[in-house]
Protein backbone atom coordinates (compact mmCIF):
# COMPACT_ATOMS: atom_id res chain seq x y z
CA UNK A 1 0.00 0.00 0.00
CA UNK A 2 1.19 3.18 -0.86
CA UNK A 3 -0.40 6.82 -0.94
CA UNK A 4 -0.29 9.65 -2.82
CA UNK A 5 -0.55 13.18 -2.89
CA UNK A 6 -1.26 14.65 -5.87
CA UNK A 7 -0.34 18.76 -6.55
CA UNK A 8 -2.53 19.76 -9.00
CA UNK A 9 -3.16 23.19 -10.81
CA UNK A 10 -5.46 24.73 -12.63
CA UNK A 11 -3.91 27.31 -15.35
CA UNK A 12 -4.72 29.74 -17.94
CA UNK A 13 -5.00 28.36 -21.63
CA UNK A 14 -2.06 30.31 -22.24
CA UNK A 15 -3.18 29.60 -26.22
CA UNK A 16 -6.08 32.42 -25.40
CA UNK A 17 -4.54 35.27 -23.73
CA UNK A 18 -3.87 38.94 -24.15
CA UNK A 19 -1.80 41.83 -22.57
CA UNK A 20 -5.46 43.19 -21.09
CA UNK A 21 -5.35 40.23 -18.54
CA UNK A 22 -2.52 42.01 -16.52
CA UNK A 23 -3.16 43.65 -13.55
CA UNK A 24 -1.66 47.00 -13.40
CA UNK A 25 0.78 45.55 -10.25
CA UNK A 26 2.25 43.37 -13.28
CA UNK A 27 0.59 40.33 -11.68
CA UNK A 28 -1.99 38.06 -13.50
CA UNK A 29 -6.13 38.29 -13.71
CA UNK A 30 -6.46 34.72 -13.61
CA UNK A 31 -10.09 35.63 -13.24
CA UNK A 32 -10.23 36.93 -17.26
CA UNK A 33 -8.88 33.30 -18.63
CA UNK A 34 -10.20 30.17 -19.62
CA UNK A 35 -8.92 27.91 -17.26
CA UNK A 36 -7.48 24.41 -17.88
CA UNK A 37 -6.02 21.49 -15.62
CA UNK A 38 -2.56 21.95 -16.22
CA UNK A 39 -1.84 18.65 -18.33
CA UNK A 40 1.70 18.00 -16.27
CA UNK A 41 -0.27 17.66 -13.18
CA UNK A 42 -2.59 15.43 -15.00
CA UNK A 43 -0.01 13.07 -15.87
CA UNK A 44 0.97 13.12 -12.33
CA UNK A 45 -2.45 11.75 -11.28
CA UNK A 46 -2.63 9.24 -13.91
CA UNK A 47 0.98 7.53 -12.89
CA UNK A 48 -0.50 8.01 -8.82
CA UNK A 49 -3.84 6.12 -10.00
CA UNK A 50 -1.23 3.42 -11.53
CA UNK A 51 0.61 2.68 -8.23
CA UNK A 52 -2.91 2.99 -6.47
CA UNK A 53 -4.80 0.07 -8.93
CA UNK A 54 -1.14 -1.75 -8.80
CA UNK A 55 -0.32 -1.82 -4.80
CA UNK A 56 -3.09 -0.54 -3.19
CA UNK A 57 -3.28 2.79 -1.34
CA UNK A 58 -4.93 6.67 -2.12
CA UNK A 59 -4.68 9.48 -4.04
CA UNK A 60 -5.02 12.57 -2.74
CA UNK A 61 -5.15 15.65 -4.47
CA UNK A 62 -4.76 19.36 -3.38
CA UNK A 63 -4.93 22.68 -5.40
CA UNK A 64 -3.45 26.19 -4.04
CA UNK A 65 -6.08 28.61 -6.15
CA UNK A 66 -9.57 30.19 -6.19
CA UNK A 67 -12.44 28.87 -5.34
CA UNK A 68 -13.27 27.91 -9.27
CA UNK A 69 -10.05 25.52 -8.99
CA UNK A 70 -12.94 23.19 -7.79
CA UNK A 71 -13.81 22.42 -11.24
CA UNK A 72 -10.50 20.82 -11.99
CA UNK A 73 -10.58 18.98 -8.37
CA UNK A 74 -13.66 17.29 -10.12
CA UNK A 75 -12.20 16.22 -12.79
CA UNK A 76 -9.50 14.02 -10.34
CA UNK A 77 -12.07 12.63 -9.04
CA UNK A 78 -13.99 11.33 -12.53
CA UNK A 79 -10.20 10.20 -13.31
CA UNK A 80 -10.01 8.42 -9.65
CA UNK A 81 -9.09 9.97 -6.97
CA UNK A 82 -10.16 9.25 -4.14
CA UNK A 83 -10.04 12.74 -2.15
CA UNK A 84 -9.37 16.29 -2.96
CA UNK A 85 -8.08 19.67 -1.32
CA UNK A 86 -8.42 23.04 -2.18
CA UNK A 87 -6.29 25.77 -0.65
CA UNK A 88 -8.24 28.84 -1.31
CA UNK A 89 -7.46 32.32 1.37
CA UNK A 90 -7.61 35.23 -0.31
CA UNK A 91 -4.25 36.52 2.08
CA UNK A 92 -2.48 33.70 -0.40
CA UNK A 93 -3.26 36.29 -3.72
CA UNK A 94 0.34 37.78 -5.47
CA UNK A 95 2.16 34.73 -4.11
CA UNK A 96 5.10 33.94 -6.08
CA UNK A 97 6.95 30.35 -5.81
CA UNK A 98 8.48 30.16 -2.90
CA UNK A 99 5.26 31.39 -0.60
CA UNK A 100 3.36 28.90 -3.05
CA UNK A 101 5.55 26.07 -2.00
CA UNK A 102 5.21 27.33 1.51
CA UNK A 103 1.52 26.83 1.84
CA UNK A 104 1.19 23.78 -0.10
CA UNK A 105 4.36 21.85 2.20
CA UNK A 106 1.85 23.10 5.10
CA UNK A 107 -1.23 21.43 3.20
CA UNK A 108 0.81 18.74 2.75
CA UNK A 109 2.00 18.07 6.03
CA UNK A 110 -2.14 19.26 7.15
CA UNK A 111 -3.12 15.73 4.82
CA UNK A 112 -0.58 13.78 6.32
CA UNK A 113 0.12 9.91 5.54
CA UNK A 114 2.08 9.87 2.32
CA UNK A 115 4.48 7.94 0.51
CA UNK A 116 4.89 9.56 -2.76
CA UNK A 117 3.93 13.76 -3.68
CA UNK A 118 3.60 14.04 -6.90
CA UNK A 119 3.28 17.28 -9.49
CA UNK A 120 3.97 17.99 -12.78
CA UNK A 121 6.82 19.40 -13.74
CA UNK A 122 5.95 22.87 -14.22
CA UNK A 123 3.02 24.84 -14.99
CA UNK A 124 2.14 26.00 -18.18
CA UNK A 125 1.32 29.67 -16.96
CA UNK A 126 4.64 30.60 -15.56
CA UNK A 127 7.56 27.43 -17.01
CA UNK A 128 9.31 27.87 -13.79
CA UNK A 129 9.36 24.23 -12.19
CA UNK A 130 10.27 25.60 -9.18
CA UNK A 131 6.89 24.70 -6.94
CA UNK A 132 8.19 20.89 -7.04
CA UNK A 133 11.71 21.31 -5.72
CA UNK A 134 10.71 24.45 -3.03
CA UNK A 135 7.99 22.17 -1.74
CA UNK A 136 10.28 19.51 -1.31
CA UNK A 137 12.78 21.28 -0.10
CA UNK A 138 10.19 22.77 3.24
CA UNK A 139 9.19 19.10 3.48
CA UNK A 140 13.10 17.61 3.81
CA UNK A 141 11.96 14.78 1.01
CA UNK A 142 13.97 13.84 -1.37
CA UNK A 143 13.15 14.31 -5.02
CA UNK A 144 12.93 13.21 -8.92
CA UNK A 145 12.69 15.51 -11.49
CA UNK A 146 11.57 15.08 -14.66
CA UNK A 147 9.86 11.52 -14.18
CA UNK A 148 8.79 9.42 -17.17
CA UNK A 149 7.99 6.05 -15.63
CA UNK A 150 7.62 4.00 -12.08
CA UNK A 151 9.07 0.79 -13.15
CA UNK A 152 8.66 -0.56 -9.97
CA UNK A 153 7.53 -0.04 -6.25
CA UNK A 154 9.34 -2.93 -3.53
CA UNK A 155 10.22 -2.64 -0.14
CA UNK A 156 10.23 1.35 0.07
CA UNK A 157 11.59 2.17 -2.50
CA UNK A 158 10.93 3.18 -5.99
CA UNK A 159 12.33 2.42 -9.67
CA UNK A 160 12.16 5.79 -11.53
CA UNK A 161 13.30 6.26 -15.49
CA UNK A 162 13.69 9.88 -15.58
CA UNK A 163 14.88 11.94 -18.17
CA UNK A 164 17.80 13.94 -18.04
CA UNK A 165 20.02 16.74 -20.35
CA UNK A 166 20.94 14.26 -23.29
CA UNK A 167 19.69 11.21 -21.79
CA UNK A 168 17.91 8.78 -19.24
CA UNK A 169 18.91 7.84 -15.85
CA UNK A 170 17.16 5.10 -14.01
CA UNK A 171 17.57 5.67 -10.26
CA UNK A 172 16.25 3.98 -6.65
CA UNK A 173 14.39 6.26 -4.75
CA UNK A 174 13.78 5.35 -0.99
CA UNK A 175 10.20 6.66 0.11
CA UNK A 176 8.59 8.96 1.29
CA UNK A 177 9.89 11.06 -1.71
CA UNK A 178 8.44 13.95 -4.22
CA UNK A 179 8.52 12.97 -7.53
CA UNK A 180 7.59 15.45 -10.68
CA UNK A 181 6.57 14.05 -14.42
CA UNK A 182 6.91 15.37 -17.99
CA UNK A 183 4.93 16.16 -20.19
CA UNK A 184 3.97 12.70 -22.55
CA UNK A 185 5.02 10.36 -19.27
CA UNK A 186 1.54 8.98 -19.17
CA UNK A 187 -1.28 9.38 -20.80
CA UNK A 188 -3.86 10.85 -18.60
CA UNK A 189 -7.23 8.34 -18.27
CA UNK A 190 -10.96 9.66 -19.98
CA UNK A 191 -13.49 10.34 -17.38
CA UNK A 192 -15.43 7.83 -15.79
CA UNK A 193 -19.03 7.96 -17.11
CA UNK A 194 -19.54 6.64 -13.82
CA UNK A 195 -17.17 8.71 -11.88
CA UNK A 196 -19.15 12.14 -13.35
CA UNK A 197 -22.50 10.73 -12.74
CA UNK A 198 -21.52 10.44 -8.89
CA UNK A 199 -19.02 13.28 -8.63
CA UNK A 200 -20.81 16.24 -10.55
CA UNK A 201 -22.29 17.48 -7.17
CA UNK A 202 -19.20 17.44 -5.41
CA UNK A 203 -19.21 20.55 -3.29
CA UNK A 204 -16.06 22.82 -1.86
CA UNK A 205 -16.98 24.30 1.78
CA UNK A 206 -17.81 27.31 0.04
CA UNK A 207 -20.05 26.09 -2.23
CA UNK A 208 -22.18 24.55 0.56
CA UNK A 209 -21.64 28.26 2.30
CA UNK A 210 -23.97 29.97 -0.59
CA UNK A 211 -26.57 27.16 -0.63
CA UNK A 212 -26.82 27.65 3.21
CA UNK A 213 -27.31 31.41 2.44
CA UNK A 214 -29.71 31.06 0.22
CA UNK A 215 -32.09 28.46 2.16
CA UNK A 216 -32.59 29.03 5.82
CA UNK A 217 -33.82 26.05 6.82
CA UNK A 218 -30.22 24.31 6.43
CA UNK A 219 -27.36 24.65 8.86
CA UNK A 220 -23.86 24.37 7.26
CA UNK A 221 -22.19 22.00 9.49
CA UNK A 222 -25.57 19.86 8.95
CA UNK A 223 -24.60 20.31 4.89
CA UNK A 224 -20.67 19.39 5.60
CA UNK A 225 -21.91 16.68 7.58
CA UNK A 226 -24.52 15.14 5.03
CA UNK A 227 -21.69 15.60 2.29
CA UNK A 228 -18.80 13.94 3.94
CA UNK A 229 -20.60 10.97 4.37
CA UNK A 230 -21.74 11.20 0.76
CA UNK A 231 -17.97 11.43 0.32
CA UNK A 232 -19.10 14.48 -2.14
CA UNK A 233 -16.93 17.07 -0.04
CA UNK A 234 -13.72 18.74 -1.40
CA UNK A 235 -12.07 19.69 1.57
CA UNK A 236 -11.64 23.59 2.06
CA UNK A 237 -8.71 24.79 3.84
CA UNK A 238 -7.95 28.64 4.16
CA UNK A 239 -5.16 29.89 6.72
CA UNK A 240 -7.35 29.24 9.90
CA UNK A 241 -7.01 25.42 9.30
CA UNK A 242 -3.53 25.45 8.54
CA UNK A 243 -3.26 26.46 11.90
CA UNK A 244 0.60 26.60 11.88
CA UNK A 245 0.98 28.76 8.96
CA UNK A 246 3.15 31.93 9.47
CA UNK A 247 1.26 34.91 7.73
CA UNK A 248 4.46 37.33 6.73
CA UNK A 249 5.60 34.07 4.57
CA UNK A 250 2.64 33.88 2.48
CA UNK A 251 1.38 36.46 -0.32
CA UNK A 252 2.77 39.31 -1.88
CA UNK A 253 4.32 40.01 1.28
CA UNK A 254 6.05 36.67 1.79
CA UNK A 255 7.40 36.54 -1.89
CA UNK A 256 10.60 37.46 -2.37
CA UNK A 257 10.83 38.04 -6.30
CA UNK A 258 8.33 40.95 -6.94
CA UNK A 259 7.27 42.24 -10.27
CA UNK A 260 9.09 45.61 -10.49
CA UNK A 261 7.97 46.20 -14.51
CA UNK A 262 5.85 44.76 -17.10
CA UNK A 263 6.39 46.15 -20.88
CA UNK A 264 4.72 45.44 -23.74
CA UNK A 265 6.79 44.62 -26.09
CA UNK A 266 7.76 47.37 -29.12
CA UNK A 267 8.26 45.91 -32.50
CA UNK A 268 11.36 47.56 -34.05
CA UNK A 269 9.90 47.11 -37.53
CA UNK A 270 10.21 49.01 -40.82
CA UNK A 271 12.89 47.88 -42.01
CA UNK A 272 11.51 44.50 -43.72
CA UNK A 273 12.35 44.18 -47.28
CA UNK A 274 9.11 42.84 -48.88
CA UNK A 275 9.48 39.62 -50.86
CA UNK A 276 6.83 38.78 -53.78
CA UNK A 277 6.48 34.91 -53.38
CA UNK A 278 7.08 34.78 -57.23
CA UNK A 279 10.09 33.15 -59.03
CA UNK A 280 11.41 36.77 -59.92
CA UNK A 281 11.26 37.85 -56.21
CA UNK A 282 12.67 34.55 -54.65
CA UNK A 283 15.11 34.76 -57.32
CA UNK A 284 16.06 38.41 -56.47
CA UNK A 285 16.22 37.39 -53.09
CA UNK A 286 18.49 34.42 -53.79
CA UNK A 287 20.63 36.27 -55.48
CA UNK A 288 21.14 38.98 -53.09
CA UNK A 289 22.29 36.03 -50.09
CA UNK A 290 24.95 34.66 -52.14
CA UNK A 291 26.44 37.95 -53.77
CA UNK A 292 26.35 38.82 -49.61
CA UNK A 293 27.82 35.60 -49.14
CA UNK A 294 25.32 34.64 -46.79
CA UNK A 295 24.29 31.27 -49.01
CA UNK A 296 26.46 29.42 -50.91
CA UNK B 1 19.63 47.14 2.26
CA UNK B 2 22.64 46.53 4.69
CA UNK B 3 25.74 44.51 4.99
CA UNK B 4 24.75 42.48 1.90
CA UNK B 5 27.82 41.24 -0.02
CA UNK B 6 29.02 42.15 -3.41
CA UNK B 7 29.60 38.27 -4.10
CA UNK B 8 27.90 36.96 -7.77
CA UNK B 9 28.05 32.92 -7.69
CA UNK B 10 28.15 31.00 -10.61
CA UNK B 11 26.62 26.91 -9.83
CA UNK B 12 29.41 25.52 -12.47
CA UNK B 13 27.34 21.90 -13.44
CA UNK B 14 29.59 19.48 -15.02
CA UNK B 15 29.10 15.65 -15.81
CA UNK B 16 31.67 13.20 -16.13
CA UNK B 17 34.67 16.07 -16.22
CA UNK B 18 33.32 17.96 -18.48
CA UNK B 19 31.71 21.70 -17.93
CA UNK B 20 27.92 22.65 -19.31
CA UNK B 21 28.09 25.30 -21.72
CA UNK B 22 25.97 27.31 -19.76
CA UNK B 23 27.97 27.48 -16.83
CA UNK B 24 30.97 29.09 -18.90
CA UNK B 25 28.14 31.27 -20.69
CA UNK B 26 26.85 32.36 -17.04
CA UNK B 27 30.41 32.62 -15.80
CA UNK B 28 30.66 35.44 -18.97
CA UNK B 29 27.60 37.19 -17.67
CA UNK B 30 28.73 36.98 -14.06
CA UNK B 31 31.84 38.57 -14.76
CA UNK B 32 29.89 41.55 -16.13
CA UNK B 33 27.56 41.73 -13.25
CA UNK B 34 30.48 41.28 -10.24
CA UNK B 35 31.91 44.20 -12.50
CA UNK B 36 28.98 46.57 -12.05
CA UNK B 37 29.09 45.99 -8.01
CA UNK B 38 32.44 46.30 -7.85
CA UNK B 39 32.74 42.83 -6.19
CA UNK B 40 34.11 39.71 -7.38
CA UNK B 41 32.83 36.80 -8.93
CA UNK B 42 33.15 32.96 -7.73
CA UNK B 43 32.53 29.77 -9.00
CA UNK B 44 30.95 26.77 -7.10
CA UNK B 45 32.35 23.51 -8.54
CA UNK B 46 31.02 20.45 -7.29
CA UNK B 47 32.44 16.90 -7.67
CA UNK B 48 34.84 14.39 -7.79
CA UNK B 49 38.33 15.07 -9.14
CA UNK B 50 37.20 18.17 -10.09
CA UNK B 51 40.08 20.41 -9.48
CA UNK B 52 41.17 21.25 -12.83
CA UNK B 53 37.51 22.28 -13.54
CA UNK B 54 37.87 25.05 -10.84
CA UNK B 55 41.35 26.16 -12.26
CA UNK B 56 39.42 25.89 -15.67
CA UNK B 57 37.36 28.50 -14.37
CA UNK B 58 39.19 30.96 -13.78
CA UNK B 59 40.26 31.73 -18.10
CA UNK B 60 36.72 33.14 -17.90
CA UNK B 61 37.33 35.61 -15.17
CA UNK B 62 36.60 34.03 -12.18
CA UNK B 63 38.42 35.43 -9.14
CA UNK B 64 38.16 32.72 -6.53
CA UNK B 65 36.73 29.05 -7.07
CA UNK B 66 34.78 27.39 -3.78
CA UNK B 67 35.49 23.57 -4.36
CA UNK B 68 33.54 20.67 -2.91
CA UNK B 69 35.42 17.55 -3.89
CA UNK B 70 34.15 14.24 -2.61
CA UNK B 71 33.41 10.71 -4.37
CA UNK B 72 29.65 11.29 -3.02
CA UNK B 73 29.54 13.87 -5.36
CA UNK B 74 30.70 12.26 -8.75
CA UNK B 75 27.20 12.46 -10.07
CA UNK B 76 24.35 14.92 -9.44
CA UNK B 77 21.80 13.50 -7.11
CA UNK B 78 19.53 16.20 -5.16
CA UNK B 79 20.31 15.79 -1.77
CA UNK B 80 23.80 15.84 -1.06
CA UNK B 81 23.90 19.03 -3.92
CA UNK B 82 21.53 21.26 -2.45
CA UNK B 83 22.48 20.27 1.03
CA UNK B 84 26.12 21.87 0.58
CA UNK B 85 24.66 24.45 -1.74
CA UNK B 86 22.40 25.56 0.62
CA UNK B 87 25.22 25.39 3.59
CA UNK B 88 27.46 27.79 1.54
CA UNK B 89 24.66 30.06 0.27
CA UNK B 90 23.34 30.47 4.48
CA UNK B 91 26.90 30.64 5.29
CA UNK B 92 28.26 33.44 2.81
CA UNK B 93 25.23 35.12 1.74
CA UNK B 94 26.44 35.87 -1.95
CA UNK B 95 24.53 38.80 -3.42
CA UNK B 96 23.89 36.78 -6.67
CA UNK B 97 23.68 33.21 -7.67
CA UNK B 98 23.53 32.34 -11.17
CA UNK B 99 22.50 28.66 -12.35
CA UNK B 100 21.96 27.15 -15.73
CA UNK B 101 18.36 26.24 -16.40
CA UNK B 102 18.92 22.53 -17.37
CA UNK B 103 17.56 19.63 -15.83
CA UNK B 104 19.79 19.72 -12.84
CA UNK B 105 19.72 23.90 -12.47
CA UNK B 106 16.35 23.40 -12.22
CA UNK B 107 16.11 21.00 -9.55
CA UNK B 108 18.58 22.26 -7.61
CA UNK B 109 17.83 26.34 -7.55
CA UNK B 110 14.38 25.86 -6.31
CA UNK B 111 15.58 23.79 -3.32
CA UNK B 112 18.55 26.54 -2.50
CA UNK B 113 16.33 29.23 -2.94
CA UNK B 114 13.47 27.66 -0.76
CA UNK B 115 15.99 27.03 1.78
CA UNK B 116 18.15 30.35 2.28
CA UNK B 117 14.50 32.47 1.33
CA UNK B 118 15.56 34.08 -1.46
CA UNK B 119 14.54 35.40 -4.81
CA UNK B 120 14.85 33.05 -7.67
CA UNK B 121 13.40 33.56 -11.58
CA UNK B 122 13.35 31.22 -13.76
CA UNK B 123 15.02 31.50 -17.60
CA UNK B 124 16.23 34.79 -17.59
CA UNK B 125 16.74 36.84 -21.06
CA UNK B 126 18.75 39.19 -19.70
CA UNK B 127 20.49 40.38 -16.04
CA UNK B 128 21.23 43.66 -15.44
CA UNK B 129 22.01 45.73 -11.98
CA UNK B 130 20.33 49.03 -11.35
CA UNK B 131 19.37 51.32 -8.93
CA UNK B 132 14.96 51.02 -8.36
CA UNK B 133 12.76 52.64 -6.56
CA UNK B 134 9.97 50.00 -5.33
CA UNK B 135 6.98 50.90 -3.65
CA UNK B 136 8.37 54.68 -3.00
CA UNK B 137 11.87 53.13 -1.38
CA UNK B 138 15.07 53.53 -2.87
CA UNK B 139 17.06 50.40 -3.67
CA UNK B 140 20.67 50.23 -4.69
CA UNK B 141 22.47 47.62 -7.35
CA UNK B 142 19.58 45.40 -7.67
CA UNK B 143 19.66 42.41 -9.88
CA UNK B 144 16.92 42.89 -12.75
CA UNK B 145 15.55 39.89 -13.73
CA UNK B 146 13.80 40.03 -16.93
CA UNK B 147 11.98 37.46 -19.32
CA UNK B 148 9.31 37.46 -21.50
CA UNK B 149 6.02 36.30 -19.72
CA UNK B 150 2.71 34.84 -19.83
CA UNK B 151 1.78 34.26 -23.31
CA UNK B 152 3.71 36.57 -25.13
CA UNK B 153 4.09 40.71 -25.72
CA UNK B 154 5.13 40.97 -22.52
CA UNK B 155 8.42 41.60 -20.43
CA UNK B 156 8.23 41.62 -16.87
CA UNK B 157 11.21 42.73 -14.66
CA UNK B 158 11.02 40.84 -11.85
CA UNK B 159 13.32 42.21 -8.65
CA UNK B 160 14.28 40.95 -5.13
CA UNK B 161 14.43 43.79 -2.86
CA UNK B 162 14.64 42.82 0.60
CA UNK B 163 16.30 39.43 0.53
CA UNK B 164 19.95 39.33 0.48
CA UNK B 165 20.47 36.26 -2.04
CA UNK B 166 18.92 37.20 -5.62
CA UNK B 167 18.66 33.85 -8.06
CA UNK B 168 18.00 33.26 -11.18
CA UNK B 169 18.13 30.57 -13.86
CA UNK B 170 19.44 31.16 -17.79
CA UNK B 171 18.80 28.77 -20.70
CA UNK B 172 22.29 27.64 -22.88
CA UNK B 173 22.64 30.18 -25.49
CA UNK B 174 21.28 32.90 -24.06
CA UNK B 175 24.44 34.62 -22.80
CA UNK B 176 27.79 34.61 -24.75
CA UNK B 177 30.85 33.16 -23.44
CA UNK B 178 34.25 34.59 -23.66
CA UNK B 179 37.69 33.88 -22.29
CA UNK B 180 39.03 36.85 -20.40
CA UNK B 181 42.22 38.76 -21.52
CA UNK B 182 43.37 39.11 -18.19
CA UNK B 183 42.18 36.61 -15.91
CA UNK B 184 42.66 37.81 -12.16
CA UNK B 185 42.50 34.32 -9.93
CA UNK B 186 42.87 34.59 -6.02
CA UNK B 187 42.36 31.36 -4.68
CA UNK B 188 41.10 27.85 -4.92
CA UNK B 189 38.75 27.76 -1.87
CA UNK B 190 38.17 23.85 -0.72
CA UNK B 191 35.07 22.99 1.63
CA UNK B 192 35.04 20.25 3.13
CA UNK B 193 32.18 17.44 2.20
CA UNK B 194 30.35 16.43 5.38
CA UNK B 195 28.21 13.37 4.97
CA UNK B 196 24.90 12.59 6.07
CA UNK B 197 22.12 10.06 6.28
CA UNK B 198 20.15 11.53 3.57
CA UNK B 199 22.69 11.26 0.82
CA UNK B 200 21.96 8.01 -0.27
CA UNK B 201 18.14 7.85 -0.40
CA UNK B 202 18.35 8.30 -4.12
CA UNK B 203 20.99 5.83 -5.94
CA UNK B 204 21.66 6.10 -9.62
CA UNK B 205 20.95 2.64 -10.72
CA UNK B 206 21.85 3.51 -14.43
CA UNK B 207 22.49 6.22 -16.69
CA UNK B 208 23.19 7.39 -20.44
CA UNK B 209 24.14 10.57 -21.66
CA UNK B 210 25.38 11.25 -25.45
CA UNK B 211 26.31 14.47 -26.45
CA UNK B 212 23.40 16.30 -28.47
CA UNK B 213 24.44 15.63 -32.05
CA UNK B 214 21.91 18.55 -32.42
CA UNK B 215 24.07 21.53 -32.35
CA UNK B 216 22.20 24.36 -33.03
CA UNK B 217 24.26 27.43 -31.19
CA UNK B 218 26.76 26.41 -33.44
CA UNK B 219 25.11 26.19 -37.02
CA UNK B 220 25.55 29.19 -39.57
CA UNK B 221 22.08 28.74 -41.41
CA UNK B 222 18.94 27.44 -39.31
CA UNK B 223 15.61 26.78 -40.95
CA UNK B 224 13.21 27.10 -38.56
CA UNK B 225 9.40 25.53 -38.64
CA UNK B 226 6.18 26.46 -36.51
CA UNK B 227 2.89 25.26 -35.96
CA UNK B 228 1.47 27.19 -39.20
CA UNK B 229 3.44 24.55 -41.05
CA UNK B 230 0.27 22.30 -40.02
CA UNK B 231 1.45 18.83 -40.42
CA UNK B 232 4.38 16.77 -40.02
CA UNK B 233 4.15 15.89 -43.68
CA UNK B 234 3.98 19.58 -44.18
CA UNK B 235 7.60 19.65 -41.89
CA UNK B 236 9.41 17.96 -44.15
CA UNK B 237 9.90 20.90 -46.11
CA UNK B 238 11.32 22.16 -43.82
CA UNK B 239 14.16 19.65 -43.95
CA UNK B 240 14.37 19.92 -47.69
CA UNK B 241 15.04 23.28 -46.99
CA UNK B 242 17.65 23.24 -44.47
CA UNK B 243 19.51 20.15 -46.78
CA UNK B 244 19.13 22.77 -49.86
CA UNK B 245 21.10 25.33 -48.27
CA UNK B 246 23.42 23.41 -46.01
CA UNK B 247 21.34 24.45 -42.76
CA UNK B 248 20.11 23.02 -39.28
CA UNK B 249 16.59 22.22 -38.91
CA UNK B 250 15.04 23.51 -35.33
CA UNK B 251 10.93 24.41 -34.31
CA UNK B 252 8.95 27.02 -32.55
CA UNK B 253 7.93 25.45 -28.91
CA UNK B 254 4.12 24.90 -30.48
CA UNK B 255 5.83 22.88 -33.74
CA UNK B 256 7.98 20.81 -30.74
CA UNK B 257 4.55 20.47 -28.98
CA UNK B 258 2.41 19.07 -31.93
CA UNK B 259 5.34 17.20 -32.18
CA UNK B 260 6.75 17.80 -35.80
CA UNK B 261 10.74 18.17 -34.11
CA UNK B 262 12.43 17.14 -31.14
CA UNK B 263 12.97 19.32 -28.13
CA UNK B 264 16.63 19.45 -28.99
CA UNK B 265 16.01 21.55 -31.71
CA UNK B 266 13.32 24.00 -30.09
CA UNK B 267 14.47 27.78 -30.76
CA UNK B 268 13.09 30.21 -28.15
CA UNK B 269 13.57 31.20 -24.52
CA UNK B 270 12.44 27.67 -23.28
CA UNK B 271 14.62 26.14 -26.41
CA UNK B 272 17.70 27.56 -27.32
CA UNK B 273 18.83 30.90 -28.28
CA UNK B 274 21.03 31.16 -31.62
CA UNK B 275 22.84 33.89 -33.46
CA UNK B 276 23.45 32.37 -36.72
CA UNK B 277 24.31 34.58 -40.12
CA UNK B 278 20.96 33.03 -41.48
CA UNK B 279 18.09 31.94 -40.16
CA UNK B 280 14.82 30.97 -42.00
CA UNK B 281 11.43 31.90 -39.89
CA UNK B 282 8.52 29.45 -41.70
CA UNK B 283 4.94 29.64 -40.52
CA UNK B 284 5.76 31.02 -36.91
CA UNK B 285 3.69 33.63 -35.75
CA UNK B 286 6.71 35.33 -34.02
CA UNK B 287 5.51 35.77 -30.15
CA UNK B 288 8.32 37.27 -27.71
CA UNK B 289 9.43 34.11 -26.27
CA UNK B 290 10.33 32.91 -29.74
CA UNK B 291 11.95 35.53 -30.97
CA UNK B 292 14.05 36.24 -27.79
CA UNK B 293 15.76 33.08 -29.24
CA UNK B 294 16.48 34.18 -32.37
CA UNK B 295 16.17 38.16 -33.04
CA UNK B 296 20.10 38.35 -32.81
CA UNK B 297 20.50 36.43 -36.22
CA UNK B 298 22.29 38.46 -38.66
CA UNK B 299 19.55 38.00 -41.16
CA UNK B 300 16.22 36.43 -40.77
CA UNK B 301 13.92 35.71 -43.81
CA UNK B 302 10.14 35.32 -42.42
CA UNK B 303 7.79 33.08 -44.67
CA UNK B 304 4.49 33.29 -43.52
CA UNK B 305 0.99 33.50 -45.13
CA UNK B 306 -0.78 35.82 -42.79
CA UNK B 307 0.79 39.84 -43.37
CA UNK B 308 -0.23 40.63 -39.64
CA UNK B 309 2.80 37.60 -38.14
CA UNK B 310 4.24 39.78 -35.69
CA UNK B 311 7.45 37.97 -36.95
CA UNK B 312 7.68 40.19 -39.69
CA UNK B 313 8.17 43.15 -37.39
CA UNK B 314 11.99 41.85 -36.68
CA UNK B 315 12.67 40.21 -40.03
CA UNK B 316 15.18 41.52 -42.57
CA UNK B 317 13.24 39.61 -45.49
CA UNK B 318 9.61 38.71 -45.50
CA UNK B 319 7.52 36.88 -47.81
CA UNK B 320 4.04 36.23 -47.44
CA UNK B 321 3.18 33.22 -48.88
CA UNK B 322 2.31 29.34 -48.04
CA UNK B 323 4.99 27.69 -46.86
CA UNK B 324 4.36 24.72 -49.56
CA UNK B 325 4.13 27.48 -52.37
CA UNK B 326 7.55 29.48 -51.41
CA UNK B 327 9.77 26.79 -50.14
CA UNK B 328 10.04 24.20 -53.22
CA UNK B 329 10.33 27.50 -55.61
CA UNK B 330 13.32 28.97 -53.09
CA UNK B 331 14.60 25.01 -53.36
CA UNK B 332 14.80 24.84 -57.59
CA UNK B 333 15.93 28.58 -57.64
CA UNK B 334 18.92 28.24 -55.66
CA UNK B 335 19.79 24.96 -56.80
CA UNK B 336 19.24 26.47 -60.09
CA UNK B 337 21.16 29.10 -59.59
CA UNK B 338 24.37 26.64 -58.15
CA UNK B 339 24.67 25.11 -61.12
Redesign the interface.
Known amino acids: MYNSIVMVKQVPDTANISGKVMKDDGTVNRAKLPAIFNHEDKEALEIALQIKEQYGGTVSVITMGPPRASDMLKECFYMGADKAYLISDRKFAGSDTLATSYVLSEAIKYVGNFDFVFAGRQAIDGDTAQVGPQTAEKLNLSQVTYVEEILNVKNNVARIKRKIDGGQEVVDAQLPVLLTVIKGAQEPRPFSAKKIMIYKSAKTLLDLEKIANENSLLYLDELVQEYKDKNLYIETLSTTDLSEIDDTRIGLHGSPTKVHKVESVVLSGGEVTKIEPTEEGIGALIDELLNDHILG | MENVTKEVWVFVEQ?DGKV?DVSLELLSKGRKLADRLNGILKAVVLGYNVKNIAEETFKYGVNSAILIDHPSLEKYR??PF?RMMNKLVNENKPRIVLFGA???G??????V???T???????CTELQIKD?T?LKKDYKDLL??IR????????????????PVQMATVREGVMEMYEVETPNPISIEEVEYIEDS?D?????????????KVNLKGAP?IVVGGYGLGTKENFKLIQALADA?GGEVAGSRAAVDAGFVDHDRQVGQ?GVTVRP??IFSIGISGA?QHRAGMQEA??I??INSDPEA?I???????????AE??IP??ID??KN??K
Open positions: HAPLSTVVRGLAPRASNVSGLTADVYLQPAFGGNIIATIITPDNTDLIKIVEQYREESIVTKLINKIAPFGIAHYGIVGKEVKFLYKL
